[in-house]
């Protein structure tokens, strides 16, 4: 009960795993092979990395939120390759998609700290934008030709640990995890959720942290919009689809409080894969695919009623 009343999202996610646990040794041992370990990896890259922008956007506080984040990684894929069909470089394929992830990041981050404008109808209003650019800029179809060398990395593996995985999604946690946890930005971040009032009062700049938390989350997003390049070999505009709902369900899951000020990058990277192997264990007792939006609908409601029994008890 103790941890319960502390963390209930935390309490939620363990009770979540264990009982994910059971059943896969129960009905589904087969997934505890290398192989299966591998392919929940290389899927759940692309959701932890946004997630991990998502959750430092939330935890700024001011009803931080980032539903933008689908459309900025199927815009970011799709200009990253029409850049390639112009004739770039090869190498210069990650940097493109990381500043049109982080441009598209800023402007949302503009319009926010700057203006004033509700998080909400911003970012939903800039996914539209960004996901219709994607659809308009390819008719809808996949842009094929992405390099070997690139798809060599993005399919790659060491030790049953896919290469993106491996030196994109656990660097950017560990980093984002020692900023949090033991710099000043970290403080502020974390301050500025859980009282903007006083945290604008003793001087700290409170727009420029949402601004640089927005930058960072269009970074992260373009990013995986650059991994699913190389994993799939084309850019498909709507490889972003519903990555705005599983990553808001994946922060809030992993600990990151709704209102901002308190949350654990580590919470966060479980939840991800969680959900993913959530998705994966549905995909192997043949349940329609349709039931793991709805899943994931579900877990989202139960974390804001446990966040909310939560407060209720502070």
């Known amino acids: 009960m103790t941890l319960w009343r502390k963390s209930p999202d935390l309490t939620l996610l363990i009770a979540l795993w264990l009982l994910l646990a059971i059943g896969i040794v129960l009905l589904l041992p087969q997934m505890l092979a290398s192989w299966s370990i591998t392919s929940i990896l290389q899927f759940a890259t692309l959701l932890s990395l946004v997630a991990l922008g998502q959750s ?3 935890m700024t506080g001011g009803g931080g939120i980032d539903l933008s984040v689908g459309g900025n990684v199927s815009l970011s894929a799709v200009l990253g390759m029409l850049a390639l069909d112009q004739g770039i470089n090869p190498a ?5 998609c990381l500043l049109t992830g ?4 800023a402007i949302n981050g503009w319009l926010i700290a700057r203006l004033r404008l509700w998080p909400l109808i911003v970012t939903l209003g800039s996914f539209y934008l960004f996901s219709g650019l994607a659809l308009a800029l390819t008719g809808g179809a996949a842009i ?16 049953f640990i896919p290469l993106p995985f491996l030196t994109c999604v656990i660097p950017a946690f560990l980093i984002a ?5 033991k710099s000043a930005w970290g403080k502020w971040i974390y301050a500025c959720g859980f009282n903007e009032h006083a945290t604008r009062l003793v001087g700290i700049p409170v727009d420029r942290l949402r601004l640089l938390a927005y930058c960072l989350s269009g970074l992260l997003a373009g990013c995986a ?8 070999g084309s850019a498909r505009p709507e490889i972003g689809v519903n990555l705005e709902l599983e990553s808001l369900t994946a922060a809030l899951l992993g600990g990151v ?6 949350g654990s990058v580590v919470g966060v990277l479980a939840a991800a894969l969680m ?21 994931v609908g579900m877990l989202l409601i139960i974390v804001l009623m446990a966040q909310r029994l939560f407060i209720y008890r502070r």
Do not use: E
């Open 225 to 232: 919009g650059f991994v699913s390049l190389t994993w799939l």
């Open 275 to 295: 959900l993913v192997t959530i998705k994966t264990c549905m995909l192997q007792l043949g349940l329609n695919s349709v039931w793991q939006l709805g899943v």
């Open 144 to 159: 094929a030709g992405v390099p070997t060398a690139l798809t060599q990395w993005g399919r790659g593996a060491q030790f």
């Open 92 to 96: 210069w394929l990650p940097l493109i």
């Open 177 to 181: 995890w020692l900023i949090l946890s």
């Open 56 to 58: 430092l956007v939330v």
């Open 257 to 262: 409080a709704i209102f901002g000020g308190r």
């Open 102 to 105: 982080t441009l598209a990041g």
